[in-house]
C-alpha cells in the first residue's frame, strides 16, 4: 500500500454495522459487514459489499436474497466476534430452535438490532475482494428507538485495544496482533481478511 494512504483515515466514514444473514437448502449463515447504503428511494434500493471469502457472500450469490440488521450500540464485542471472526464452513452460527425469521425465511436478530430489511439482489458489480450487491427491499421493519452502531462507536467504546507485543505487527484494520520478526509477504489476516499491507510493525 502507498505511503500517502492511511487506512484508519476511512474509520472517520459514517456508516454503520450490520449482520447480513442468508439461508441455503437447510443452512442458515451470517456474517458482519460494515459497507450498506441506500441508493434510491422512489423503488427502494440498497447497496451491500460482501468480502467474497465469507460464506455468506457465496450462499447470495446462489440465492439472491439476505437480511441487514442494524445492530445498535449496545452490541457486546462477542456478537463481533462469533459472527465476524469465524467462518459458516466451519461452524453453525445459528444453533437455536427458535429463531426469528422475516416473511422470506432468512433469521432477523432483533436482540441487538433496531431494525432489518430484507434484500432481493436485482445487480452484482465485481470489486475484487467484495462483490457489490445491488438489491430491492421486499421488508423493512423496526424493532427499537435503540441508536444504531456507527464504526466510530465501535472503534472507540466496543472493539478491544491490542496488547503491546515486545516483536510482531499490528493490523490497522481490526487491531489482529501477528507474533514474529517478519511479516510474510502473502499474510492474510484471520479477522478482517486484509493482506500484510495493512500491518504495521509494533515498536
Known amino acids: 500500500m502507498s505511503d500517502k494512504i492511511n487506512p484508519t483515515a476511512l474509520f472517520n466514514i459514517g456508516y454503520g454495522l450490520y449482520i447480513v444473514t442468508a439461508k441455503e437448502g437447510d443452512k442458515d449463515n451470517g456474517c458482519i459487514v460494515n459497507a450498506v447504503t441506500q441508493l434510491t428511494d422512489k423503488k427502494l434500493r440498497v447497496a451491500v459489499a460482501i468480502n467474497k471469502a465469507?460464506?455468506?457472500h457465496?450462499?447470495?450469490k446462489r440465492t439472491g436474497v439476505m437480511n441487514v440488521n442494524c445492530l445498535t450500540e449496545e452490541t457486546p464485542?462477542?456478537?463481533f466476534e462469533y459472527f465476524g471472526f469465524q467462518s459458516g464452513r466451519n461452524v453453525d452460527k445459528f444453533v437455536s430452535p427458535n429463531l426469528h425469521r422475516s416473511d422470506n425465511g432468512l433469521v432477523i436478530q432483533p436482540d441487538y438490532s433496531n431494525s432489518f430489511f430484507s434484500l432481493k439482489v436485482e445487480q452484482e458489480v465485481d470489486l475484487d475482494s467484495h462483490t457489490l450487491f445491488i438489491c430491492e427491499v421486499t421488508e423493512a421493519k423496526v424493532l427499537s428507538d435503540k441508536p444504531t452502531m456507527t464504526y466510530t462507536y465501535y472503534h472507540k467504546n466496543v472493539k478491544p485495544k491490542p496488547q503491546k507485543k515486545s516483536k510482531g505487527f499490528v493490523c490497522t484494520i481490526c487491531g489482529y496482533v501477528y507474533e514474529g520478526e517478519e511479516l510474510p509477504d502473502d499474510f492474510v489476516c484471520p479477522l478482517c481478511k486484509h493482506g500484510a499491507?495493512?500491518?504495521k510493525k509494533i515498536e
Do not use: G, K
Request: proline share 0%.
Open 54 to 56: 465469507n460464506l455468506t
Open 58 to 60: 457465496d450462499m447470495i
Open 77 to 79: 464485542f462477542a456478537i
Open 197 to 199: 499491507d495493512v500491518f
